[in-house]
């Protein structure tokens, strides 16, 4: 019998007897929902990440995640069948192990591969015989075998024999309470049968749908197409925001007829830029990787370029209005942005462009203030580094009055829009917010924008 089919056949065993042991590496917002969700399906797990302040949390069973149930956690940690530590020493202990940690934009917005290639060294440190390591980081086409697969065997053992290694790109849409980890389906690729017969059969046990494909290149490409088309269509409808607009069309209005039509169309909708860490990044990592092999994406690049350039074309028709409609000239301007997170009611600033206004706007000589129920404290951020620190403003009656526009970057559904319909002088809505919730504001202290 082959040594290889050897590990292959007692790994199998152990996924089919859930009695695998399973680490994930990184803590945050893809690897925390994805150990719990393998811990919850009856498989041991170990989380391992850095952030001794974090993994201390959540030993103590803290909620580090807002949109999770109260006890998530400190029942996964009751059950004695989830913990997480610092100690990379774990790693050996495993069966599979699991590299869940960022992929950002470098300062000069090129993939940084950094975290991966830093949790590749730390496996590659205690790797063993019969482990199977999946990379679920969003990565460029081929980064798995070029990148991570080298350094793993640097101890000399080789990968689809000595151990198994794999890609699964992460779909974690944070807060989303329809489609959570369990029922999205699962990419999973690997470059030789026995890694991909093992995927399979893991990630089977976790999810409703395991999706393999034949090589992690593929699956890393699915990853980045499925961003680069939301990336296109969010460009594509800002656009025509700007150019209906103009015609004195609400597009809100025409993307909701047009999301009637039953084929041919999917509905994207207009707001101030893209954030986190999905839709701003994996556009860039196509990108990257298509003239490191000397083709282009020029219509991904112009989509790229669009979004990127949203939140300065928003604060600067802020300025515009606010001076057309209330005769306020920015420069010494008294301003209230509603949200910090990049998205409704999780706490995340990750590429935010309501941070990208806020620091624009400020650069124009507007005061800024801001209120986000999840952010009482605004983070150090690379990109905004003269924001960190600032404190979220009470949202009450006299404060709204006191400034001269709010304006609406994150539509936080715990944030009273009938108090702030009453009593602002101007609002500036990016997100539609008012109409959805069919609270009514005359047109002259309203723009959508």
């Not at 989380?47 to 201390?56: A, E, H, M, P």
């Not at 689809?160 to 309470?177: A, C, H, I, T």
Request: proline residues 6%; hydrophobic residues 40%.
């Amino acid at each position: 019998m082959n040594a290889d089919f050897s590990l292959c056949s007692d790994l199998k065993q152990k996924i089919q007897q859930r009695s695998a042991r399973i680490l994930t590496i990184g803590l945050g917002y893809v690897g925390l929902p994805l150990a719990l969700t393998i811990s919850e399906t009856g498989f041991p797990v170990i989380g391992l990440d850095i952030n001794k302040s974090r993994v201390s949390k959540i030993n103590s069973g803290q909620r580090v995640i807002s949109y999770f149930s109260e006890s998530r956690i400190s029942d996964a940690i009751a059950s004695g069948g989830f913990t997480a530590t610092s100690d990379p020493s774990e790693i050996s202990h495993a069966n599979i192990v699991l590299i869940c940690v960022p992929s950002p934009l470098s300062p000069t917005r090129e993939p940084d591969l950094s975290y991966v290639i830093k949790a590749a060294e730390y496996v590659a440190a205690w790797i063993k015989p019969g482990q199977l390591i999946v990379v679920e980081s969003t990565v460029w086409p081929g980064a798995t075998a070029e990148v991570v697969k080298p350094i793993l065997e640097q101890r000399g053992l080789l990968a689809g024999k000595d151990f198994f290694l794999g890609f699964s790109p992460e779909r974690e849409d944070p807060g989303n309470e329809t489609h959570t980890t369990r029922n999205i389906p699962k990419i999973i690729g690997a470059d030789d049968a026995h890694s991909r017969d093992l995927l399979d059969a893991f990630y089977s046990q976790i999810v409703s749908q395991a999706v393999p494909v034949s090589s992690c290149a593929t699956a890393e490409a699915v990853k980045l197409v499925e961003n680069s088309f939301r990336t296109v269509n969010i460009a594509l409808v800002n656009e025509l925001k700007v150019a209906l607009g103009a015609m004195g069309i609400d597009v809100w209005e025409v993307i909701e007829a047009a999301a009637t039509k039953p084929f041919g169309y999917m509905p994207f909708y207009p707001g101030p830029g893209i954030g986190g860490d999905c839709i701003p990044v994996s556009p860039v990592y196509m990108s990257w990787r298509a003239r490191d092999v000397g083709a282009s994406v020029p219509i991904i690049d112009l989509a790229r370029f669009s979004n990127d350039a949203a939140p300065d074309a928003l604060a600067g028709r802020i300025a515009s209005d606010l001076l057309a409609r209330s005769a306020v000239p920015i420069q010494g301007a008294n301003l209230l942005v509603l949200g910090i997170s990049y998205k409704r009611d999780i706490e995340d600033t990750r590429e935010s462009p309501a941070l990208a206004i806020l620091d624009r706007l400020e650069a124009m000589g507007a005061i800024c203030d801001y209120h986000d129920p999840y952010f009482p404290v605004i983070p150090k951020t690379r990109d905004h580094p003269s924001l960190s620190g600032r404190r979220s403003i009470p949202l009450t009656e006299c404060a709204l009055r006191e400034y001269d526009s709010v304006i609406v970057t994150t539509d936080h559904s715990m944030v009273d829009y009938s108090l702030v319909a009453q009593f602002s002088h101007l609002i500036f809505d990016t997100r539609n917010v008012f109409h959805k919730r069919g609270i009514v504001v005359d047109g002259i202290r309203l723009v959508k924008i």
